[in-house]
């Protein structure tokens, strides 16, 4: 029932959302119609993939993925201490242990103090990778806006519209040959930010 309500909702946001771009782009060839222009242009761009394809862009994300790598590896490196610290619980809780009871108390204590210590830590990685992240996208929207505008301007686009990609919401479902300044925005971005 959730589920069929949420692709419901999602399909009504879609719908609304691709209302309001064909309601903009009306206005706005209303606008160039007033303004003396004959038509308007727009174009379309994936700003993931100027991103992912610009050279300052791949360098971020690279560091971005070996800060989450040694990151995991810090949390790998913990979940096998404890294991070991089970397994010598285990052990303990035999009847053929040499452990006292008040030994064996301390050990659990001890385990359930780093196990808890372990979940935050994870958390805690979690959030900062997130913020990472979301600081990362924040810096290259603002750097990929700015390389937009040069080639928008350059080649007389009035407006350029995020296309969205298979990875997050597909916003443009259609465009002709022409209109996809992704490539020309990676060449402008790496010009502008080496």
């Not at 222009?37 to 560091?63: H, N, W």
């Amino acid at each position: 029932m959730k589920k069929m309500c949420a692709n419901g909702l999602t399909k009504i946001v879609g719908v609304l959302f691709i209302s309001g771009i064909c309601i903009l782009g009306v206005s706005l060839e209303q606008h160039a119609l007033a303004a003396g222009k004959d038509s308007f242009r727009v174009g379309v761009l994936d700003p993931q993939t100027v991103i992912e394809k610009s050279k300052a862009g791949s360098r971020a994300l690279a560091a971005l993925k070996e800060h989450a790598q040694a990151r995991e590896t810090v949390m790998k490196n913990d979940q096998r201490e404890l294991e070991t610290l089970q397994e010598e619980l285990k052990a303990g809780e035999s009847r053929d242990s040499k452990l006292s009871e008040e030994d064996q108390k301390r050990k659990q204590e001890r385990f359930a103090q780093k196990y808890q210590a372990w979940q935050k830590q994870g958390q805690d990685f979690q959030n900062e990778l997130g913020q990472k992240q979301k600081d990362l996208v924040q810096e290259y929207m603002k750097k990929i806006e700015e390389a937009t505008a040069a080639v928008a301007a350059r080649h007389g686009f009035d407006v350029v519209i995020d296309k969205g990609s298979e990875n997050t919401l597909k916003i443009v479902l259609y465009n002709r040959d022409g209109l996809d300044l992704t490539n020309e925005v990676v060449k402008e971005f790496d010009r502008r930010f080496k």
